[in-house]
């Protein structure tokens, strides 16, 4: 079994930057894929970005490219997103997922609130 814990959210104005961090336990990430998604008030899950564990490949959303970067830790079975120039509408709560290679289940963090003002 495979816990995520995010960290890093919190409130931050325009133009700022924070860095959220997500830990897997019971296990090493190993091979598959981290995400990160997003979820605001009244809306739908949406893809942030998303990092092939093995490879280290990325890619982005077209609403963050360019602002965020996606990163992994393998000494310490951390990833991270790395958030620049955030924006009001980047406001919601951030979660980390994992999907191992080739299985059909996947796992969640429980989310970090990201608050931008303006």
């Known amino acids: 079994q495979v816990q995520l814990v995010e960290s890093g959210g919190g409130l931050v104005q325009a133009g700022g930057s924070l860095r959220l961090s997500c830990v897997a336990s019971?296990?090493?990430?190993?091979?598959?894929?981290v995400g990160w998604f997003r979820q605001a008030p009244g809306k739908e899950r949406e893809f942030v970005a998303i990092i092939s564990w093995n490879s280290g490949s990325t890619s982005y959303a077209n609403s963050v490219k360019g602002r965020f970067t996606v990163s992994r830790d393998n000494a310490n079975n951390t990833v991270y997103l790395q958030m620049n120039s955030l924006k009001p509408e980047d406001t919601a709560v951030y979660y980390c997922?994992?999907?191992?290679?080739?299985?059909?289940?996947?796992?969640w963090g429980q989310g970090t609130q990201v608050t931008v003002s303006s």
């Open positions: 019971g296990r090493t990430f190993g091979s598959g894929f």
């Open positions: 997922n994992y999907r191992p290679a080739g299985a059909t289940t996947d796992y």
